[in-house]
């Protein structure tokens, strides 16, 4: 059985180590491919720096966190090898069984105290203005038109309608 089904026991006496560049690479990859399968934008490096503070932030208020971002890489290396990387990712975004609460597997630790927080913060730096967007491919963001949302014209309505 793959360690990541295994129910977590003990995790802050086992991970508590400091969270070094490898872990942080880690989980700058996981906020980057949270902006590609949600398309919500091109530039995740513009964030970065809010990146690093939330990390830091995290890890400074409650020190389990590092033990948690521990546990993410673990499971993360273990998915990839099973299943390649792509595959991985999809399975840590979409599978169901991953956010049922409490979390007791190593796989739902990860998904609900690291990925999930990771997603929200995505949103919150911006990620929002694309978010469930499909015409931002083409540059007509019709969710985020801009923080004053333009004039309300009949032909070009700065929000959705009933219609839409």
């Known amino acids: 059985m793959s360690k990541y089904n295994l129910e977590a ?3 802050v006496l086992e991970n508590l180590r400091k969270l070094d560049d490898t872990l942080l690479d ?3 990859q996981l906020f980057t491919q949270i902006c590609q399968f949600w398309q919500t934008t091109h530039t995740p ?3 970065k720096s809010d990146f690093l503070i939330f990390i830091s932030n995290r890890i400074e208020i409650d020190v389990r966190y590092l033990a948690e971002y521990v546990n993410y890489g673990d499971v993360i290396r273990e998915l990839t090898e099973e299943l390649g990387e792509e ?3 999809q399975r840590l975004f979409t599978d169901a069984a991953a ?4 979390a007791f597997t190593n796989l739902a630790r990860a998904k609900q105290l690291v990925v999930n927080e990771l997603i929200a913060l995505n949103l919150a730096l911006g990620g ?3 978010f469930g967007d499909p015409t ?3 540059g007509v963001p019709i969710n985020y038109p801009g923080y004053i949302g333009g004039m309300n014209l009949k032909d070009n309505t700065p929000y959705r309608t009933i219609a839409d």
Request: no cysteine.
């Open 87 to 89: 595959a991985a990712f």
């Open 136 to 138: 931002v491919a083409q």
């Open 9 to 11: 026991r003990y995790f």
């Open 45 to 47: 490096e513009a964030m």
């Open 99 to 102: 956010n049922i609460t409490p």
């Open 128 to 130: 929002f203005k694309a």
């Open 26 to 28: 880690t989980l700058w």
